[in-house]
């Protein structure tokens, strides 16, 4: 099952129990940050620029200090 998920990579983050990697993206059709594990990723397309990347990249380390592992999926994390 292959899906496509359009969205703003901002940053890497590794398990420190598991040693896996995952994406850390800004999905703007749920206004909220996903994590996907790296090794599960096939390709990717480059895009165009996103204007308010440092913005995105701002209030996610703003919630990081929040974030348990890397489950980013809580009722706790803000949208933007």
């Known amino acids: 099952c292959e899906t496509k998920t359009l969205g703003v990579p901002l940053k890497i983050h590794i398990s420190t129990q598991t040693g896996r990697r995952y994406v850390i993206i800004y999905r703007q059709d749920t206004k909220r940050f996903h994590t996907f594990r790296l090794d599960y990723i096939k390709s ?35 949208s933007i």
């Open 44 to 78: 990717i397309k480059l895009l165009k620029i996103y204007k308010d990347y440092d913005e995105l990249l701002d209030q996610l380390e703003k919630s990081d200090n929040k974030c348990w592992g890397i489950n980013l999926g809580n009722s706790n994390m803000p």
